[in-house]
């Protein structure tokens, strides 16, 4: 019998996904959305052939261009971290009335392989 690759659920279900974000009912945006977008961002150009980091600084850039990166509510600062002092990284975006539950960083970033105290439970 000839091998067949199998197929994982993961990838079906992720497909499913990016396939009903497709559709004009659910996930495009209108061409006047996109351009009023584009008008207050100014993204760069996005092509599939860009790499993932590519991409990102072009979303960067167009989140400098309305000054998203200068709301101060939208950062997590960290005294101190593997990285550099003062440091600040994005936090999350959602907020819940209940600050107990609206999620929040509880240290800053740090390499990996960067903890010795981590251990696989058993």
Same mark, same amino acid.
């Given at each position: 019998?000839?091998?067949?690759? *199998? ?18 009912? &659910?996930?495009? $945006? ?25 991409? !990102? ?16 509510? &939208?950062?997590?600062? &960290?005294?101190? *971290? ?7 990284? !994005? ?20 390499? $990996?392989? $960067? ?8």
């Amino acid at each position: 019998m000839a091998d067949t690759p *199998t197929v994982d659920h993961n990838d079906v279900s992720l497909t499913a996904i990016d396939a009903v974000m497709m559709t004009e009912d &659910f996930g495009l $945006y209108s061409p006047e959305t996109v351009q009023k977008i584009q008008d207050r961002c100014k993204f760069g150009e996005m092509r599939p052939d860009q790499h993932v980091e590519e991409l !990102l600084g072009i979303v960067g850039t167009g989140w400098q261009n309305t000054g998203f990166l200068k709301r101060e509510d &939208f950062w997590a600062h &960290f005294a101190e *971290t593997p990285f550099g002092k003062d440091h600040k990284i !994005l936090g999350p975006l959602v907020r819940y009335e209940n600050k107990e539950a609206t999620p929040h960083w509880t240290h800053g970033p740090v390499p $990996y392989c $960067y903890s010795t105290e981590v251990r696989w439970s058993s």
